[in-house]
């Protein structure tokens, strides 16, 4: 349903329950149809529908996910995206069946350079003119702390949800938000949300991420005692083989919409009869599912459902009045990242992703800006980490941010030697993978054996020139990212914080200190990295 039906028969949740609206249980199947070839660009300017049932479904769900980039994006030939599309795909299907009803699964700010730059705030505003009815939260929807997330859910039309995030006194994130039942059309539909990897972001240490599977199994029991649906439905920002677990262990549930498995493909499989699907990334696509009044299950009577697939790309014509707001937004970054900050002298590039193997010049540059920042004993930057090449001849602020474009904090701490070199083996164990948590550095140098055992392949570490000491302290700037565990390096575990996260600079304001104070770029690979046999 678009905005303009919400309203008394659009969302009830636990802090409605007296209006009466609400209830228990789902439906899935049918299985999902083979994606059809790309239409040919004759072809009618609307969305490409595939495996849409024959006549009307009481109810549709459309799911999308990863709204990172307000406009199209163009990667790997294919131009796909854009909240101007996306109003139109979803308008069509409302003029079929005004009981539908749209579902964002989560991640609008940070993660991107756009997203970097306006923090989710005018993608909010767009998603509210699409007509988005219920969220669920990514983990770049708090890249910029929980305060700026709750901004974020105030500035919205549509109301969030989760069920397994809280504040350290365990406290729901959002009040009275763990679960959520919409009426669409005449069908409950009851909703959960899950979220991981709050790690990696700036609210770390202001949220807890409880066990998924805990968390659904008391979202659902609360939603059945409270509330009557006649679907259920997980959205979670989990990948194919979690859901599956989780259907498993929570079989309430009748459909998990999760998180992005391919960048240009959506991916309907099954648990069961229960359909687990994923969207394109960059709102790529919508993944539809219609519940129908049928004969339905054991498990279901009275309601099966059908999931197909949406192209939201170059055959769709884009909204016109949110087409202005791209282009308007397209504009504004050009003017606003042009600003050069340096001279590119040597090209700062990253062939075949190196920086998850080797030393790079790029990797250097970065990881002294680091260490420059806080005047640290090391600088270091996981080579999965470094998002963009900048060949130059300019460096700009665009550069510096389509570089670290995830909005993640440059940190101040105090480790032991001990812990550094516990580090070191933990960000190289899956160099064989191009594992992202690879180092770069600055102030330090290595050798490592990717041949060797994962656990001991680091050897002759050196910090300032001597030979590093596991009994004594080392200062390192690093992210939060990385800090808190990221690519399972555990070494900075016990570190002393020395500058609070909330003080912390944004890594791409660093990366543009770093290139003002230097004017000129002109760094090669100078050994710090020893790649041994």
Do not use: C
Not at 76 to 88: H, I, K
Request: hydrophobic share 40%.
């Amino acid at each position: 349903m678009h905005r303009s039906l919400a309203g008394a028969a659009g969302l009830v949740s636990a802090l409605a329950l007296t209006a009466g609206l609400v209830g228990p249980g789902l439906t899935a199947a049918g299985a999902p149809t083979p994606p059809s070839s790309a239409p040919p660009s004759s072809a009618p300017a609307v969305p490409t529908e595939r495996a849409a049932g024959p006549t009307r479904p009481a109810a549709t769900l459309l799911y999308f996910h990863d709204a990172h980039e307000i406009g199209p994006v163009l990667t790997g030939g294919q131009d796909r995206g854009g909240v101007a599309r996306l109003a139109t795909a979803v308008r069509t299907v409302e003029e079929r069946n005004r009981a539908t009803a749209v579902v964002f699964g989560g991640d609008l700010a940070g993660g991107t350079l756009f997203g970097g730059l306006y923090q989710g705030v005018p993608m909010v505003e767009a998603l509210n003119e699409v007509g988005v009815d219920l969220a669920n939260f990514g983990q770049h929807d708090f890249d910029f702390g929980v305060d700026h997330a709750r901004d974020l859910v105030a500035a919205s039309d549509f109301p969030w949800i989760t069920s397994n995030l809280t504040t350290t006194d365990g406290t729901p994130f959002v009040e009275h938000g763990t679960w959520a039942v919409q009426r669409v059309g005449a069908v409950r539909v009851g909703f959960i949300g899950l979220t991981d990897a709050i790690e990696t972001t700036t609210a770390a240490a202001d949220l807890v991420e409880r066990d998924p599977v805990e968390a659904a199994r008391a979202a659902v029991a609360d939603l059945r005692a409270h509330a009557r649906a006649d679907v259920i439905a997980a959205v979670t920002q989990y990948p194919m083989d979690e859901n599956r677990e989780l259907v498993r262990a929570v079989p309430a549930l009748d459909a998990v919409f999760g998180e992005e498995m391919a960048e240009y493909d959506s991916v309907i499989e099954y648990e069961g009869d229960v359909p687990l699907m994923a969207s394109e990334g960059n709102i790529g696509s919508l993944v539809r599912l219609d519940i129908r009044r049928e004969h339905g299950t054991d498990r279901r009577p009275g309601y099966q459902v059908r999931p197909s697939v949406i192209e939201v790309d170059h055959t769709v014509t884009p909204d016109p009045a949110l087409r202005e707001v791209e282009e308007r937004y397209a504009a504004e970054m050009d003017e606003r990242l042009s600003e050069v900050l340096a001279e590119v002298r040597t090209p700062l590039l990253d062939p075949e992703q190196k920086s998850r193997s080797q030393e790079t010049a790029l990797g250097d540059f970065v990881a002294d800006g680091f260490r420059a920042q806080h005047g640290a004993d090391i600088g270091w930057v996981n080579g999965g980490g470094l998002r963009a090449e900048a060949p130059g001849p300019d460096f700009t602020l665009r550069d510096a941010y389509s570089i670290a474009p995830f909005a993640n904090r440059v940190m101040h701490v105090r480790v032991t030697g001990a812990g550094l070199l516990r580090s070191l083996e933990d960000a190289v164990s899956r160099v064989q993978d191009a594992g992202g948590g690879f180092p770069q550095v600055s102030g330090m140098a290595y050798a490592y054996s990717p041949s060797a055992p994962a656990g001991s392949r680091v050897s002759d570490v050196r910090v300032g020139g001597a030979p590093l000491d596991e009994t004594a302290t080392y200062t390192v700037a690093a992210t939060n990212y990385v800090v808190g565990g990221g690519d399972g390096v555990t070494g900075f575990a016990d570190a002393e914080i020395l500058v609070p996260l909330a003080d912390a600079p944004v890594d791409a304001e660093t990366i543009a200190a770093h290139a003002r104070t230097l004017s000129t770029i002109d760094i090669e690979p100078e050994g710090r990295i020893t790649v041994l046999p």
